[in-house]
C-alpha cells in the first residue's frame, strides 16, 4: 500500500488548521493509501497534540519527542524528517505552505535531493498512486498540474485549499515514537524572544465573506462593502486591484497572492473573476456575484449571477439588512 506522510505543523502548542486540513481531506479522498502523520514536540505538549488528532484521518502517528522541539528549530526539523524519511520510505510528503512550512520545505528538499511542488491548491493521487499536485503557473493564468520524477512526491499544501466533506474518522490511531537522533544538529539562529501579530482579520476561517473589486469604481463606494459585511457578520475581502488602489488592507486580499479562502458564502461585487482570484476562492460552498458585464469571467464560476451595479446593489441589502 502507498505511503502518505505529512508534516504535522505546531504553532503554540497547537496543531495548526492545515495539517489537518491535510489529512482529513487525504483520508475522505485517497483510497488505498496508508496516511501518516510525524509529530516533532517538546514531551509537555505531547499528550495535547496528540488528542488533537484522534479524529484527523491518520492511520498512524509518528512522535519524535525532544526539547529541541520547543520553539520552532527549523534545522532540527528539517534533519528529524530526513532521518524519518530515509528509515520509513514513503511515496508522498505533504506539509502546509505556512510561513513554517515555505522555510522548512526547501531545507527538505534539498537534504534529500527531491523536487518540490509549492503553494499547491488541489491535489489528487492518480490510479498508480501517484501524487498529481496542482498549483498556479505563468503568473497564475494557468493551472499546472505537475507529477514529481522524485520520491516521495513532496509537495506543499496552501491553508484552506483543501476542504474537508466533514465526514467524522472513525480509524483508531496507532501513535508510534520515533527518536530521529539530532542530538548533533546546533541551530544556527537562537530565538531570543517572539511576539505574536494579533490576527487582525481571520480571513481564512471565515464561513461568510463579502469580496469587492474595481466594479466598486471608488473608495468611497468600496466602504459600502465594510458596511454590509458588518451589518451581516461577514468578513471584508478585495481582489488584489482594490488593495493596489488602496480601497483596502492587503491583509484581506483574496486569491493567489493573497488568502485562499473557503467560506459557505463569497459575495463577490465588482469582480471580474481574473484565475488569480479564483484560486483563492475554490473552496467556497455558493458564490454569488454582481456585475454589469454579463460576460464576466467570474459567473462561470457562481452559483448566482447578478448583471446590475454593484454599489446600487449593495445600497439596497444594506437598507434591508439594517
Ligand atoms: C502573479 C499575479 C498574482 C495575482 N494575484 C492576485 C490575487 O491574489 N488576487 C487577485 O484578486 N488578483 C490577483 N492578481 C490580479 C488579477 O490578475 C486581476 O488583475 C485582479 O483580480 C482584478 O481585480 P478586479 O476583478 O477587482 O478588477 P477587474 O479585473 O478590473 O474587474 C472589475 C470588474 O468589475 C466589473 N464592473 C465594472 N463596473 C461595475 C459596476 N458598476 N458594478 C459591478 N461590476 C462592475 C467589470 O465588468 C469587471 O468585471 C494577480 C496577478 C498576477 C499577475
Same mark, same amino acid.
Given at each position: ?91 508522498? *510528503?505533504? =506539509? ?8 522548512? #520545505?526547501?531545507?527538505? !528538499?534539498? +537534504?534529500?535531493?527531491?523536487? %518540490? ?104 463606494? *468600496?466602504? =459600502? ?8 457578520? #461577514?468578513?471584508?475581502? !478585495?481582489? +488584489?486591484?482594490?488593495?493596489? %488602489? ?77
Amino acid at each position: 500500500m502507498n505511503k502518505l506522510l505529512i508534516f504535522i505543523e505546531t504553532d503554540e502548542n497547537k496543531i495548526v488548521r492545515v495539517s489537518k486540513e491535510i489529512s482529513k481531506y487525504a483520508c475522505e479522498n485517497f483510497n488505498d493509501v496508508e496516511i501518516n502523520g510525524l509529530l516533532l514536540t517538546a514531551n509537555e505538549y505531547k499528550e495535547d497534540l496528540i488528542n488533537e488528532l484522534q479524529d484527523s484521518g491518520l492511520d498512524n502517528l509518528y512522535v519524535s519527542v525532544d526539547d529541541k522541539f520547543k520553539s520552532y528549530a527549523p534545522q532540527a526539523c528539517a534533519a528529524a524528517i530526513t532521518s524519518f524519511l530515509r528509515n520509513n520510505p514513503q511515496n508522498i *510528503f505533504l =506539509l502546509g505552505a505556512t510561513a513554517q512550512g515555505r522555510e522548512l #520545505a526547501p531545507r527538505v !528538499a534539498a +537534504r534529500n535531493n527531491l523536487g %518540490l511542488t509549492a503553494d499547491c491548491t488541489e491535489i489528487a493521487v492518480d490510479e498508480q498512486g501517484k501524487l498529481l499536485a496542482t498549483r498556479p503557473t505563468y503568473g497564475g493564468q494557468l493551472m499546472a498540474t505537475i507529477v514529481s520524477k522524485t520520491v516521495p512526491e513532496f509537495a506543499t499544501i496552501r491553508p484552506g485549499a483543501l476542504k474537508s466533506k466533514g465526514q467524522v474518522s472513525e480509524k483508531v490511531l496507532n501513535i508510534y515514537y520515533y527518536n530521529p537522533d539530532i542530538q548533533n544538529i546546533i541551530e544556527s539562529i537562537k530565538v531570543i524572544s517572539s511576539e505574536k501579530k494579533a490576527v487582525k482579520n481571520d480571513i481564512e476561517s471565515a464561513k461568510l465573506i463579502v469580496a469587492g473589486g474595481l466594479g466598486m469604481k471608488t473608495k468611497a463606494n *468600496f466602504e =459600502l462593502i465594510y458596511k454590509f459585511a458588518e451589518l451581516i457578520g #461577514a468578513q471584508p475581502a !478585495a481582489s +488584489r486591484a482594490a488593495v493596489e %488602489l488602496g480601497w483596502a488592507e492587503p491583509d484581506i486580499q483574496v486569491g493567489q497572492t493573497g488568502h485562499t479562502v473557503a467560506p459557505k458564502l463569497y459575495l463577490a461585487f465588482g469582480i471580474s473573476g481574473a484565475m488569480q482570484h479564483l484560486v483563492g476562492i475554490s473552496g467556497a460552498d455558493r458564490i454569488i456575484a454582481v456585475n454589469t458585464d454579463k460576460n464576466a469571467p467570474i459567473f462561470e464560476s457562481a452559483d448566482v449571477g447578478i448583471v446590475a451595479d454593484a454599489a446600487e446593489v449593495l445600497k439596497q441589502l444594506i437598507d434591508i439588512a439594517k
